[in-house]
């Protein structure tokens, strides 16, 4: 139960940081340059594996590794909402790009601490139902501080809002204080340094290291490629109104995420970790057929309701499954720094496939999502190709 509550502590930060904080700007009138600008906050996000070391090295005095910065980092956080909500837009702009500057960063030292939490406590039996209550704790809270935040701000106010998930954050850490510490690894005696390209070097030096790298960028490569253009295809190719597309897009997706996560790392525990992976890596490819049956027909809202539901329920199971994965490619003494890392990985997709997706976009919307189903299959190869590897691994 602590892995899912501290899942949805993890997931708190990121809408505000994102859709919330645009919704908010945009209703106090602040010109679209300085709000694109802003998007660029969700940088630490990606370099997060830079100071991923140091919560391996360092302890707060009597507080334990990993509960001692679980809780450091959400009471700055529940006192940077505080201070969020205090600020106008007007006067105090650029207070609000400085917090929300720091609100990313102190969430993704956050995340750092959770994933590696989330590693050591679990037995490997455990990892693969873990994993799925976390992410379904991670996606529930971005439902939270994403579409709670606008429907609290329609009738309270953002700043009442902001100040409701301060609270929130507040209890979070009193369940934080509740939770076990995992048992911590000796000391080490050698330099930060050492300890820094030591955790490098054996991550590195994982047996079959490279075309494990090169899958966990692979698996969820076809589902990058759709989603980066899901909403504009929904909006622009098939003329869904911004209502249809809240409910079965926003709502919809998330339960079938929620769900796909819990029931993906319950069936690990019969599937094991090779046999998960490889069933919801076609669970992944598979489900794009859908999209492609929608540009292929044409409109359809039972269509569109139908192929998220199954796409949302697939990719929760996946990321169920790859969650695990990485958490036992992880040592024990340098899980943040070895999770951190690999979890860059798997954002490498979502970050870079836009402007290739923009132009087999160009070509058709049935083009584009033949190629989604087509970019799901390399790493459905490289899986077989790790077979052996991964079928001596628990989940």
């Known amino acids: ?44 996000y990606l370099y997060k594996f830079l100071w991923a070391p140091l919560l391996d ?38 207070v609000i790009v400085g917090v929300v500057l720091s609100l990313a960063w102190v969430s993704a030292t956050q995340d750092i ?27 529930l809270a971005m439902v939270v501080s994403g579409a709670g935040v606008l429907l609290a701000a ?16 507040t209890i979070l850490m009193g369940i934080t204080w509740w939770t076990e510490e995992p048992p911590p690894p000796a000391p080490s005696e050698a330099s930060l340094w050492t300890d820094v390209t030591a955790s490098w070097r054996s991550l590195y030096l994982t047996p079959g290291f490279k075309t494990l790298a090169a899958f966990v960028v692979l698996y969820k490569l076809g589902d990058a490629f759709a989603g980066s253009l899901t909403m504009a295809f929904f909006l622009r190719g098939q003329g869904f109104t911004l209502t ?15 769900t796909g996560g819990i029931a993906g790392g319950l069936w690990m525990r019969r599937l094991g970790l090779y046999g998960a ?8 490819a598979i489900t794009n057929l859908g999209f492609l049956g929608l540009a292929l027909y044409g409109k359809s809202l039972t269509g569109m309701m139908v192929a998220v539901a199954l796409e949302n329920l697939s990719a929760g199971m996946g990321t169920s499954a790859l969650v695990a994965l ?26 870079l496939i836009g402007p290739l997706a923009g132009e087999i976009a160009n070509l058709g919307w049935p083009v584009f999502f033949s190629a989604a189903v087509v970019l799901s299959l390399p790493g459905l190869v490289l899986l077989r190709v790790l077979r052996v590897r991964l079928m001596t691994m628990a989940s």
Not at 115 to 125: G, V
Not at 244 to 258: R, S
Not at 277 to 284: I, K, P, S, T
Not at 333 to 351: D, E, G, K, Q
């Open 154 to 169: 329609d009738r309270l106010g953002f700043a009442t809002s902001f100040h409701l998930l301060s609270v929130l954050m």
């Open 244 to 258: 249809e597309i809240g409910v079965a897009y926003k709502v919809l997706g998330m339960v079938a995420a929620i």
């Open 1 to 44: 139960m602590s892995v899912g509550l501290l899942g949805f502590a993890s997931g708190l930060p990121l809408a505000l940081t994102g859709s919330t904080l645009q919704a908010w700007l945009t209703t106090e009138g602040v010109s679209l340059k300085t709000i694109g600008a802003m998007s660029l906050v969700g940088l630490p």
């Open 277 to 284: 992976l490889w069933r919801f890596g076609l669970l992944q």
């Open 326 to 351: 990485l958490t036992g490619l992880c040592v024990r003494r340098y899980t943040a720094t070895h999770f951190a890392m690999l979890s860059a990985l798997t954002s490498m997709p979502r970050v």
């Open 57 to 94: 090295r360092f302890r707060l005095p009597g507080l334990g590794r990993r509960r001692g910065w679980l809780l450091l980092t959400q009471g700055v956080l529940a006192v940077l909402f505080w201070i969020l909500a205090a600020s106008d837009p007007h006067a105090h702009l650029s």
């Open 113 to 139: 601490v959770v994933d590696a939490y989330r590693a050591e406590i679990l037995p490997p039996e455990e990892r693969g139902y873990g994993a799925g209550l976390s992410v379904a704790g991670y996606r």
